[in-house]
Each structure stands twice: as C-alpha cells, then as structure tokens.
C-alpha cells in the first residue's frame, strides 16, 4: 500500500517543521481573530442597515458563516500551535496522540467546508444586496412621511439619519423625492388652493412637490440650503438648475451603501481567503508531522528517519481497506480477501 | 522611632524587589496609555479650535504627554535599579543615586498630582473660550467668500448636526446676525430692501435659522423659515412646538463633550498617580532594608525597612536645622574672612 505524497523526515527537519508549524499556527490565530472582528463589523453594520434592506434578503448569512469559520480557523491555530510545541517535548506529546487525529479530521471538514461556504457567500452578495436596497430604499422613502402609522414612525428620522451621515439624498438622486409624497397629510392645508391644485394634478391623490427634505442639503454649499421650488430657475435669485451644483448632495444612497457595505464584503473575503490559505498549510503541516511522529512509535527523540504522509494508501486501497473491515466484521471468514489482494500486488514490483 | 517600620528577611527582600520589578514596568505602560491621553485630548482640542478663536490652552494636554514620557523614563529606571537590588555588587552602583532619586520621585508625583487636579478645573476656563469662540464663528457663517473664512459656514453646519445643537444658547441667536451673504439676496426685492432699511446697521435679519438646525425626531418636515409667524404654517404653534429644531446650544454641547472626557482622563490620571504612589512608597522601603543590612557578606541576615528614620515633627525639625546650618555656614565664614582681615589690618 503505498502512501500519497510521502516526505522523509528524519530528526533535524522533523524540528525544523515543527517550529514552522507552531509560528504558522499563531500566524494563523491572528487572522483568524482579525477575521472574527471584521465579520462581527460586517454583521453590526447590516444590523444598522436593517430598515434599508429588504426582509426577504438574507444578507446577513455571509457575517454569520464567517463567524463560525473564523473560531473554527482560531481554534485549529490554537491546536497547532499546541500540537508542535508539544511534538518537541518527549513528556508532552502522549497526550496529544489520541486526540490529533480526530481534531485534524473535525479542522478540515467543518473549517474547510465553512470557509468555502463562506467564500462563496461574499462572491455572491452584490447581486442580492443590490435588490435588497431597491426594495428597502424604495419602502423606506414611502413610508417617509408616516410618523404617525405604528411601525413605521421611525422611518423618516432613520431615513433623515442616513442622508445626513452617508451623504446621499433619495435612491439614485435627489428626483427620486418629487415623486412620493413626504409630506404627511396632517400638515397640509386642505383649504390652501396650491395644495388643493399639486393633490388634484395627479392619479393617485399625492401631494407633489419638487422639494427635498432638510438631511439631502449639503454643508459644503457657499449659500444657505435651497430645498423647495428646485426645478423653477426663476424661484430663487442667481440659481440655475442645470449646473452641476454644491447644494444639495449629488450621490444617491443606494450606490453609496451598495459600495460601503461591498468594500465591507470585500475585505472580509480577502481576508477568508487569506485564513483558508493559511489553516490549509496548518493542517498540511499537522498531519505530516503527526504521521512521521506514528511511524516512530510516538517516540519524539528518536534518530531514525521517519516517513510523513498525507493518507496511508490511496483513495481506491482506502475504501477496499474500509470495505473488506466491513466484510471482516459481518462474516468470521476472512481467508479469502487477503490471499486475493497478494498476487496484483506481487505483480507489480516484478513488472 | 522610625516611622512604618516593618522587618525584612532575605525571602521578603527579593519578593519585595521583584514585585516592584513587576510594577514598575507595568506602570511604564500606564505611562504610555497617559501619554495617548494627553495626544488625544490634544487632537480634541485641536479639531475644534475653530470654534474657540483658535485660543484655547493646551496647557493639561501638554502636561499629560510630558507626565507620560516622565513617567515612562522614571519607572524603566526604577525596574532596573530593582532588578540589580538582589545582587549586592551591581546594587553597590546604584546606592549613592537612590536618596537623589526618591527625592525626584516624590516631586513627580506631587507634579502628577497637580495634573490630575488640573484636569477637573480645565472646565471653567473652556466655558468662556467656548461662548466667545462660537459667537464669533457664527458671525463668519455668511463669508463663504472672504478667503480664510470661506470654511466656517461647512464647519458650524458640521457642527450642529454632529452635536445636535443649535446656536450658541439656543437657535435665537440666529435671528441677531445675518446669517445670508449679500451674494444670495435680491436686492430689487420688496421684503429685501425693507428687512434691511429696518435695522441700524442694515443688515438681513431673519427670524429663520440654517438646514443644520433641523431635528430629524421631528414628525413634520422641519420648519426653517418664519419660526415665530404662526400663520405661516398649517397647524403651528412656535410656543409649543418642540421637536422641530435641536433645543440645546452649541456652548452647552460642546462643554458637555469635553466635561466628560477631561473627567474620564483626570479619574484615569488619579488611578495611574495611587499606583505610582504605591511604588514609590516600596522603593523607599527596598532603599531602607538593603542600606539596614549590617553585614554586606550575609545576604541571609535580617534589616528592618522603614519610610522616614525618625518621626515626622522629628524629621521637620531636622530639615530646618539642615537649612538653618547651610544659612549659619555662610556667616560663620564671612566671620571668619573678616576676623582674618581685622588681625591684618590690626
């Protein structure tokens, strides 16, 4: 049975491995803890976020799998560096061999398969944060002017807190405000003739106007905020419409969450990949260091040379070896299998 | 009659010499953690010195960096002066150094002391600086064209919508200045020439403030423009009416930030001066077992510690005795250049 990808290890590079294991494994506990952090980040940002984004959205997965994968990396780091300080050590290994092998098992399955998971949720999350803001954005701005509806009072000072920290006005520009009304009825006039005209002018019965709210005005502009009347060029003094002007905010606040929460997004799968780089040499290491140390007897000091693998034999002998255990277990006549295996196998050093 | 005496054996001096190791390098880093306090305070301060005429002190954040540095400097040499305390040859080095240096040490924790203090009464002087400073910037928020003020409109706006404020007091004091540059008025206009004409010095006033102002807790779009004309909007009532602009003044915001963080640095201070303290307390004990120490041969013998070698009023008296001999020392030898001089002349 010949093992996949065997490295001889005699003593010198046995210890020269397990220095580099143990530095790796801290390396690897560092960014594992720095990807904790961003992804805790990520998640506090889009609970932030969570009255902009649409329900059905499941945009906080990404946060929350990363989470996991990076304890799972923190924790296999932990492990390492254990393992290989103590594989230097004659004393403190023991204790360390039972349990190697199945922890090596539990860091590649779960941690691989969740950094995977993970990797692959932040590839795919423009696409379903684009449509979660649409939907959002686009709620949030109707229900702008409700303060008074329960549920969704809050939704004009959330939406005014946002305008004024992100810098943004409305969805995609500041138009987007002359076609709802924000303006709730309660603060209308019925008895105002213009209000009567703008409610009557269109299908629905919605007070229009072509003005903004306070938060889209922006402080850099050298005159005092002009909110109303935006698309009359005679309304105000020195004003015109069509140049590009510093009064109000020029971004709308989909494209600026959709590149704020992105560069999040980016940033933690760089660092995801960066952690499965990492806990993939990690565990490589381990397992060598784990096998050659087995090929000993245990015995750490030992002069001889020993011959670290990745697995005993290959995938098909594996799950022959596996299968014919199976056999072996469910009938007491285990003669036939082994003679059976001998010949192709006596064949192949004399060919 | 020594005052705190406490005996000393071998085991008790070298625990003692590397518990202060341990301390002393442990308040190296509270140094530090003063020193970016002080930076911080600073940066504070400076972000807004604006809003101050650009006059305010820098007084504590300057001491709290030269504290932290002082600080550092003083306990890396005090750790080491511990660390050499258990070997009697490298300890003999130090020993002429370590009255001088207790001396300092006691002086620069009564300096901390005074830092710390000084943290809590920064409060009085920065309210004056504060209203000052405001009342000037809010007469500069109409020069968006005057080079060297052009800022100041973006960064009272800034202002008042990160500390949710309005004014200085309150938003009435927008109605005093102009607040509109004379660029963005049509002077053709009626209403214009009249506002205008009904004032001494001409200018606009309105009984409006700027969009900053705006509280977003408001159930109505925020109301900016003839605030005390209740006709002028539906179903408004300006004596009532409270949620439409931010009730507080910029002075009391912004006295309040910094109120806060001068008392969180000063209480972090006072905690980094007890610790200091406490190692100077067991510095002078180390000084006083190791010099008790009758035969240098015998580490093993045991010496008592004490902090002052006799009582308090004993110790004063003695201090005043040693300053009234360096005065009498200086008489007694002009006596005695005169004497020589008087058998000369005689």
Known sequence: MAPVLPLVLPLQPRIRLAQGLWLLSWLLVLVGGLTLLCSGHLLVQLWHLGTFLAPSCPVAVLPQVALAASAVALGTGLVGSGASRASLDAAQYPPWRGVLGPLLVAGTAGGGGLLVLALGLALALPGTLDTGLEEGLGTALANYKDTEVPGRCQAKRLLDELQLKHHCCGRHGYKDWFGIQWVSNRYLDPNDQDVVDRIQSNVEGLYLIDGVPFSCCNPHSPRPCLQSQLSDPHAHPLFDPQQPNLNLWAQGCHEVLLGHLQGLASILGNMLAVTFLLQTLVLLGLRYLQTALEGLGGVIDGEGEAQGYLFPAGLKDMLKTAWLQGGVARRPAPEEAPPGEEPPKEGLPEA | ?346
């Not at chain 2, 408004?236 to 109120?259: F, I, K, M, V």
């Not at chain 2, 190692?279 to 013998?301: F, S």
């Open chain 2, 1 to 346: 009659m020594a005052l705190l005496k406490v005996k000393f054996d071998q085991k008790k001096r070298v625990k003692l010499a590397q518990g202060l190791w341990l301390m002393n390098w442990l308040s190296v880093l509270a140094g530090i953690i003063i020193f970016g306090l002080g930076l911080f305070l600073k940066i504070e301060l400076r972000k807004r010195s604006d809003m101050m005429d650009n006059s305010e002190s820098h007084f504590v954040p300057n001491s709290l960096i030269g504290m932290g540095v002082l600080s550092c400097v003083f306990n890396s040499l005090a750790g080491k002066i511990c660390y050499d305390a258990l070997d009697p040859a490298k300890y003999a080095k130090w020993k002429p150094w370590l009255k001088p240096y207790l001396a300092v040490c006691v002086l620069f924790n009564i300096v901390l002391f005074l830092v710390a203090l000084c943290c809590f009464l920064l409060r009085g002087s920065l309210e004056s600086t504060l209203a000052h400073g405001l009342k000037n910037g809010m007469k500069f928020y109409r020069d968006t064209d005057t080079p060297g003020r052009c800022f100041m409109k973006k960064t009272i706006d800034m202002l008042q919508i990160e500390f949710k404020c309005c004014g200085n007091n309150g938003f009435r004091d927008w109605f005093e200045i102009q607040w509109i540059s004379n660029r963005y008025l049509d002077f053709s206009s009626k209403e214009v020439k009249d506002r205008i004409k009904s004032n001494v010095d001409g200018r606009y006033l309105v009984d409006g403030v700027p969009f900053s102002c705006c509280n977003p807790n408001s159930p109505r779009p925020c109301i900016q423009y003839q605030l005390t004309n209740n006709s002028a909007h539906y179903s408004y009532d300006h004596q009532t009416e409270e949620l439409n602009l931010w009730a507080r003044g910029c002075r009391a915001a912004l006295l309040s930030y910094y109120s806060n963080l001068m008392n969180s640095v000063g209480a972090v201070t006072l905690l980094v001066w007890l610790f200091e303290v406490t190692i100077t307390i067991g510095l002078r004990y180390l000084h006083t077992a190791l010099e008790g120490v009758a035969n240098p041969e015998d580490p093993e013998c045991k010496s008592e510690g004490w902090l002052l070698e006799k009582s308090i009023p004993e110790t004063w008296k003695a201090f005043l005795e040693s300053v009234k001999k360096l005065g009498k020392g200086n008489q007694v030898e002009a006596e005695g250049v005169d004497a020589g001089q008087a058998p000369e002349a005689g």
